[in-house]
């Protein structure tokens, strides 16, 4: 069995020997000095005889294969190692793998070399937000420093540093299918830590192959009191780090807008509707697949489709190579029966997932997301804007081209006026709750402010329902309102 590996010691390969672990065995020669075991292995029936047993281990990193040759026993006993006389040089800081990232619109590109300005939305390197090329690297594996330690005080950092899971923005023949296109196949998937756009500036220690940050190695010497590093006289080597995995993925994005509604990648009502519905989708597949909702992962795909930036959801398989799933919920039936499964639709309708959503206990406490629908461990940096009602919004649209994107859906009310009342609660004395054409609203002494669906368009062409609104407005009062989306209403009122 071909075991992956990122770091290796004779230890460690003892103990996998020991373990039963199965290493394929090779009876060519070593051209490395033979090891001596100094204890009578129980494979062996001659006492006092040493055992040599050749052994070659494939190791996979970087999708690059490396054979390594060692002298092993199988035996249950401790073993004694002559120590050896070579070094094994592994690059423990990865070969450089260059790729642009784009801090405007969340796109990546993933071509040898990467463009200059992104691709998708123009942007520079001079711009803020800004695009720029950084060096990713995959370590070959991590360690603590060896002489430096304290005592364990029982807090974890729960910090999520690195990104979500991204693809490269090239073009898919998408096959369409009701709303929808998808596309599903092997592509790679990257997960970033950019240290904030920030990354991370890597010294070499005089020993070995360990690269540190300056800025990691002063902190843990200021908490232990660790001696100082010798450091390697080469140049510092300044690198994103990331996981870049081969892997089955589907992609899904909407074919068609209704008029003035857009979720676009770029602000963060269009990322909070898009990855709503990709967690929801991941949750709608493992309860009809029946797997853990960890063995799929999602993410954010952005490409430029005719001059628009784009966004679409995409579902990637956890295990590299893939494990099957994301081919399987591609196929436009299979998706079409899962966003069916997710409104309670379908033949015959299945309201094992819709029904818990819209029933009173959940949708009547739950404003933006809770464990109960969207939230889990896996996405706690997405709970902050995760909301399972822009979720079934994309869902419907996703089936049916002419579905009202407004606040008449059933699950939007009477939410909508609720949080409208609440806002309007913590006003200054004189404000109070009003609808204009249907639509809630603020309206104070000098001022009325319409409280908007999260994906209407602010800007031509606007949703008729929110034109209706304004002239409402205009006609009432001879004053133009302003407008506030409910996602700001809830989660930054003032």
């Not at 054979?67 to 094994?88: A, D, G, K």
């Not at 039936?333 to 069916?340: C, G, I, K, S, Y």
Request: proline residues 7%; positive net charge.
């Amino acid at each position: 069995m071909r075991r992956t590996m990122s770091a290796l010691s004779f230890a460690a390969l003892a103990q996998l020997s020991g373990d039963g672990g199965q290493l394929s065995v090779s009876r060519q020669r070593s051209p490395w000095k033979e090891k001596q075991i100094r204890r009578q292995p129980r494979c062996c029936s001659t006492p006092g005889k040493s055992v040599r047993l050749p052994a070659v281990v494939s190791i996979e990193r970087h999708q690059v294969r490396r054979r390594l040759q060692i002298w092993m026993v199988w035996t249950q006993e401790p073993l004694e190692w002559e120590r050896p006389s070579w070094r094994i040089h592994w690059p423990s800081i990865g070969v450089a793998v260059p790729i642009g990232l784009c801090q405007n619109c969340q796109a990546v590109d993933s071509t040898n070399p990467p463009a200059a300005t992104c691709s998708v939305c123009g942007a520079t390197p001079q711009q803020n937000p800004a695009y720029k090329v950084v060096n990713l690297s995959q370590p070959t594996g991590f360690r603590t420093l060896w002489n430096a330690s304290r005592d364990f005080d029982g807090v974890f950092e729960w910090v999520p540093r690195a990104s979500r899971p991204k693809t490269g923005a090239i073009q898919r023949p998408v096959i369409n299918q009701r709303n929808f296109g998808v596309w599903s196949g092997q592509d790679t998937v990257y997960v970033i830590n950019d240290n904030n756009g920030a990354c991370f500036d890597f010294v070499k220690l005089a020993r070995g192959e360990t690269w540190v940050t300056q800025a990691a190695v002063d902190q843990v010497r200021a908490m232990t009191g660790a001696p100082a590093q010798n450091y390697a006289p080469v140049p510092a080597d300044t690198r994103a780090l990331a996981s870049i995995k081969q892997t089955d993925i589907f992609i899904v994005g909407i074919t068609r807008w209704p008029q003035g509604v857009y979720a676009d990648p770029r602000n963060v009502y269009g990322r909070a509707a898009l990855y709503s519905f990709g967690f929801m989708l991941r949750r709608a597949a493992a309860v009809r697949l029946d797997v853990d909702e960890r063995e799929l992962r999602v993410g954010l795909r952005v490409l430029n489709n005719s001059g628009t930036v784009t966004g679409q959801i995409f579902l990637s398989d956890s295990l590299e190579n893939g494990a099957g799933y994301s081919s399987v919920l591609g196929r436009p039936r299979e998706l079409e029966a899962l966003l069916e499964f997710i409104l309670g639709g379908g033949a015959p309708p299945d309201p094992r997932f819709n029904a818990p959503m819209l029933a009173v206990a959940h949708a009547g406490q739950c404003q933006s997301s809770c464990p109960d629908c969207l939230r889990d461990f896996s996405n706690l940096a997405f709970h902050n804007i995760l909301d399972w009602r822009l979720a079934l919004d994309l869902a419907r649209l996703a089936l049916d081209a002419n579905a009202a994107i407004d606040f008449t859906a059933s699950y939007w009310q009477p939410a909508a006026d609720d949080i409208t009342r609440a806002y309007c609660l913590g006003q200054p004395q004189g404000w109070t709750f009003q609808h204009q054409a249907g639509l809630p609203s603020a309206v104070g002494p000098r001022h009325v402010e319409l409280v908007t669906h999260p994906l209407w368009l602010s800007d031509a062409p606007l949703h008729p329902g929110l034109d209706a609104a304004i002239q409402h407005v205009q006609a009432a009062t001879g004053a133009s309102p302003t407008s506030k989306p409910v996602f700001d209403v809830l989660r930054r009122p003032y």
